[in-house]
C-alpha cells in the first residue's frame, strides 16, 4: 500500500521560499513511475502545479514555471516542491500523489493518480 505524507508548509510573506517534502513509503521504484504536486486554492477547484516521471522529466503549470522546482530523492523515498519567490495566488492545501505512469503519460495535471497525501497548508500574505 502506498502511503504519501507531506511537511514543510507554513506561512511566508510574499517574495519568500518555502520547501515542501512528500515522504513516499511502499512506492516500487522498478517500474514507471509519476509524482505530483496540486493545490487547492481557498474556493476553487484543486489544481496541478508540477510532476516528475521515471526519467526525471518535470512538468509545470505556467502560473508556478520559473518559480517551482520538483525533485526527488530516491533514496530519501522522498518528493521535493521548492517554491520560490511566492506570490498570494499560491495560498492554498498542497498535496502529493503518486502512482504508475509510462514516461510522456505524467502530466502535471492528471487527477487519476490513485495515491494522495493528506494536504499540507501554505499560506502567502502580501
Known amino acids: 500500500q502506498v502511503q504519501l505524507m507531506e511537511s514543510g508548509g507554513g506561512s511566508v510573506q510574499a517574495g519568500g521560499s518555502l520547501r515542501l517534502s512528500c515522504r513516499v513509503s511502499g512506492m516500487t521504484y522498478n517500474t514507471y513511475y509519476c509524482m505530483a504536486w496540486f493545490r487547492r486554492p481557498p474556493g476553487k477547484e484543486r489544481e496541478g502545479v508540477a510532476s516528475?516521471?521515471?526519467?526525471?522529466?518535470?512538468y509545470y503549470s505556467d502560473s508556478v514555471k520559473g518559480r517551482f522546482t520538483v525533485s526527488h530523492d530516491a533514496a530519501k523515498n522522498t518528493l521535493y516542491l521548492e517554491m520560490r519567490n511566492l506570490k498570494s495566488d499560491d495560498t492554498g492545501a498542497y498535496y502529493c500523489?503518486?502512482?504508475?505512469?509510462?514516461?510522456?503519460?505524467?502530466?502535471?495535471?492528471?487527477?487519476?493518480?490513485?495515491?494522495w497525501g493528506q494536504g499540507a497548508q501554505v499560506t502567502v500574505s502580501s
Open positions: 500523489a503518486a502512482d504508475h505512469r509510462h514516461p510522456g503519460l505524467c502530466h502535471y495535471n492528471d487527477p487519476t493518480l490513485r495515491n
Open positions: 516528475l516521471d521515471t526519467d526525471g522529466t518535470t
